[in-house]
């Protein structure tokens, strides 16, 4: 039975019994010793048979001990029960306590048999001895030392006493009061002890643990993890990562978003079965291992991808956020850090397929994955090469027949691949933050370019979300650049899309406020994709929205697209804004703008987009819109995708 222990923790009652059980040299040295003064006793005394029993005794103690160390070695005591470790308790306490009984009597026989004999100063440096080692030796049991130091200096002491004898009357005297100190301090002892052991034992959960939601953290995981592969179990892994996190957390505070992954741990612990586990490996980001198969693992990320994305209110406040999720199994790969990277590269395409879903890994997959991370090595030598280079497209005013301004697109011509779409390296670009440095150059590189134009003929550029992020400071290098070059800054018209406004909508408003104080000009892109377009026309500080091309294809062939345009028409004329179209390809489509008093007109059916050097003798030709379907050349006659996602 386990005594003076306050702990219900069947964990720290095993540790107790473990430091019992932690010097077994000690023990059997000791055991050798005392039975060796014993015996050596029996010599000084010419064989008294009482001392040689008592080694006999000593050494079949030790024996005793041996075997019930033995019998703790082939106990797992994290796993055992509270009776094993109950009876492992009691092995130890009556191996300490008959030790403790024996030395006692040991001493008491040779002080009152040999008072005045060596043999009795040997019997009593045991026995001191013996005394002195105990407040240490079972400081995980104070019940254990205090019995030790009555069974042990009680006999003993009144043996002392017995004999009369000034000298002795001293030395027992000195091991009473060695008894009651010893008695009195083994509680203090055992108190030390348990603080340092719950010390070590709050290390070790940290070590493993994560402090938010208590889930595992990283190291606790990769443990686990490697303990179920080991055990022959199938183990498939979910990686979890929370969509726009860091937007969360940055502007509702850290508590709410500590509150938010708490809540994500408590959502995925609810959803978990007998043997999975659940992890807060990183910021934002979860692991699970689950024995399920990949169906049961793609049902299980059905589930949570739902689950999760349920909104929340924390801390008065309703918060929405989504997770994005990878699967793969562990067997995918030959090891469990290399199935991690994979269980990474399905959850990277996850965030790359639009976010708030799972997907499950495939060959296919990993090897796109290897090519972007190809391409993206690549795409920063092309920028140190400089194999980037801008094509222009006219955007013509109906009204005046010629070109008031020309978008700026980016090409990227590789040496190996040939000419690469922007749908490709922009959102890689985007992705790795080297947007920023080519948007900055597409910036200059534009306004370098108009500065060859007729004054009357500005310039637009797609400016990329990223480029509105606090650590780059797009106003700064838009100010210098019209400084250093000296153009006006109502030549320059800088675009953006809806997609600019998601994560921090206050902080890009006041950039889009700062830059048209340079009197750069703003303008919509892709309107008419976005649903909520109109809202941004009554709060953003723009001049211009542009239509996109894939409502402009239905013109001339759908009634409700003609219908749109023309209220679109209506409500940019009451703003005050100018109204571009692009993408204009069919003599139809231009037939049913030309109705409507839009400010530009950019398509194929005007030109396609071009060098700078075939631009300049373009831009002071007069069109006739009406006709100029049949009179302009329009190689390639559609548009191959929205090349103008540019920075």
């Known amino acids: 039975m386990i005594v003076d222990v306050h702990e219900n923790d069947l964990a720290m009652k095993s540790e107790l019994v473990a430091a019992l059980y932690a010097t077994p040299g000690t023990i059997f040295i000791g055991t050798v010793t005392v039975a060796a003064v014993m015996a050596a006793s029996a010599l000084l005394t010419g064989g008294d048979v009482v001392f040689?029993?008592?080694?006999?005794?000593?050494?079949?103690?030790?024996?005793?001990?041996?075997?019930?160390?033995?019998?703790?070695?082939?106990?797992?005591?994290?796993?055992?029960?509270?009776?094993?470790?109950?009876?492992?308790?009691?092995?130890?306490?009556?191996?300490?306590?008959?030790?403790?009984?024996?030395?006692?009597?040991?001493?008491?026989?040779?002080?009152?048999?040999?008072?005045?004999?060596?043999?009795?100063?040997?019997?009593?440096?045991?026995?001191?001895?013996?005394?002195?080692?105990?407040?240490?030796?079972?400081?995980?049991?104070?019940?254990?030392?205090?019995?030790?130091?009555?069974?042990?200096?009680?006999?003993?002491?009144?043996?002392?006493?017995?004999?009369?004898?000034?000298?002795?009357?001293?030395?027992?005297?000195?091991?009473?009061?060695?008894?009651?100190?010893?008695?009195?301090?083994?509680?203090?002892?055992?108190?030390?002890?348990?603080?340092?052991?719950?010390?070590?034992?709050?290390?070790?959960?940290?070590?493993?643990?994560?402090?938010?939601?208590?889930?595992?953290?990283?190291?606790?995981?990769?443990?686990?993890?490697?303990?179920?592969?080991?055990?022959?179990?199938?183990?498939?892994?979910?990686?979890?990562?929370?969509?726009?996190?860091?937007?969360?957390?940055?502007?509702?505070?850290?508590?709410?978003?500590?509150?938010?992954?708490?809540?994500?741990?408590?959502?995925?612990?609810?959803?978990?079965?007998?043997?999975?586990?659940?992890?807060?490996?990183?910021?934002?980001?979860?692991?699970?291992?689950?024995?399920?198969?990949?169906?049961?693992a793609s049902a299980l990320a059905a589930r949570l991808v739902m689950m999760l994305a349920s909104q929340r209110v924390i801390g008065g406040r309703h918060v929405t956020a989504t997770a994005s999720m990878g699967i793969a199994p562990a067997g995918c790969a030959a090891s469990i850090d290399e199935a991690l990277k994979c269980v990474d590269i399905a959850l990277y395409r996850a965030k790359l397929d639009g976010r708030n879903r799972f997907v499950m890994?495939?060959?296919?997959?990993?090897?796109?994955?290897?090519?972007?991370?190809?391409?993206?090595?690549?795409?920063?030598?092309?920028?140190?090469?400089?194999?980037?280079?801008?094509?222009?497209?006219?955007?013509?005013?109906?009204?005046?027949?010629?070109?008031?301004?020309?978008?700026?697109?980016?090409?990227?011509?590789?040496?190996?691949?040939?000419?690469?779409?922007?749908?490709?390296?922009?959102?890689?670009?985007?992705?790795?933050?080297?947007?920023?440095?080519?948007?900055?150059?597409?910036?200059?590189?534009?306004?370098?370019?108009?500065?060859?134009?007729?004054?009357?003929?500005?310039?637009?550029?797609?400016?990329?979300?990223?480029?509105?992020?606090?650590?780059?400071?797009?106003?700064?290098v838009v100010e210098a650049l019209l400084r250093m070059s000296g153009i006006e800054p109502h030549r320059l018209t800088i675009e953006i899309t809806e997609s600019s406004l998601i994560d921090d909508p206050d902080h890009v408003v006041s950039r889009l406020v700062a830059l048209r104080a340079l009197g750069v000009r703003i303008a919509l892109d892709d309107f008419g994709t976005g649903y909520s377009s109109l809202s941004y026309l009554a709060h953003l500080p723009i001049d211009t929205i542009k239509i996109d091309q894939a409502f402009t294809q239905e013109l001339g062939t759908s009634r409700k697209a003609d219908s749109l345009m023309n209220a679109i028409a209506q409500l940019a004329h009451d703003l005050k804004l100018r109204l571009i179209v692009e993408g204009v390809e069919t003599q139809e489509q231009l037939t049913v703008i030309e109705k409507h008093a839009v400010h530009g007109i950019q398509g194929y059916i005007f030109a396609q987009p071009m060098t700078a050097e075939d631009l300049l003798p373009m831009i002071g030709d007069r069109v006739a819109t009406g006709r100029m379907g049949s009179t302009r050349s329009r190689s390639g006659s559609r548009k191959p995708g929205r090349f103008s996602q540019v920075a």
């Open 361 to 476: 890994y495939t060959d296919a997959i990993r090897n796109e994955h290897e090519d972007g991370v190809a391409l993206e090595t690549e795409l920063r030598d092309a920028i140190r090469r400089g194999e980037f280079e801008l094509h222009f497209q006219p955007i013509y005013n109906p009204r005046s027949g010629t070109a008031t301004m020309a978008e700026a697109l980016l090409r990227w011509q590789h040496p190996r691949r040939g000419m690469i779409s922007p749908a490709v390296f922009i959102p890689l670009a985007e992705r790795t933050g080297l947007i920023t440095v080519l948007g900055s150059w597409v910036l200059g590189e534009a306004i370098r370019s108009a500065l060859s134009w007729p004054r009357s003929v500005g310039v637009s550029v797609n400016v990329s979300a990223r480029q509105f992020d606090h650590g780059h400071d797009i106003v700064g």
């Open 52 to 296: 040689h029993l008592m080694a006999a005794a000593m050494v079949a103690i030790g024996v005793f001990r041996y075997l019930s160390h033995r019998y703790y070695t082939g106990i797992h005591l994290a796993t055992s029960t509270e009776r094993q470790i109950g009876t492992l308790e009691n092995l130890a306490m009556a191996g300490a306590w008959s030790t403790a009984a024996l030395i006692s009597a040991f001493g008491c026989y040779a002080i009152l048999r040999y008072t005045y004999e060596p043999v009795a100063a040997l019997a009593i440096a045991q026995t001191i001895g013996y005394l002195a080692g105990i407040s240490g030796r079972n400081s995980s049991r104070p019940v254990i030392t205090r019995v030790q130091v009555l069974a042990a200096a009680t006999p003993f002491t009144f043996a002392l006493l017995w004999t009369r004898d000034p000298a002795y009357l001293v030395i027992g005297l000195s091991v009473a009061l060695t008894a009651v100190l010893t008695f009195s301090s083994a509680q203090v002892i055992h108190r030390i002890f348990l603080a340092r052991l719950r010390t070590m034992r709050e290390l070790e959960h940290l070590a493993v643990n994560d402090t938010i939601t208590s889930l595992y953290n990283r190291r606790g995981f990769m443990r686990e993890i490697r303990q179920m592969a080991a055990s022959g179990r199938p183990v498939t892994l979910i990686s979890i990562d929370i969509d726009r996190f860091k937007s969360i957390n940055d502007s509702l505070g850290h508590d709410i978003g500590d509150a938010l992954l708490q809540g994500f741990s408590e959502t995925l612990l609810a959803e978990l079965g007998v043997g999975d586990i659940a992890a807060r490996t990183g910021g934002d980001e979860f692991m699970v291992a689950t024995t399920r198969d990949a169906e049961g």
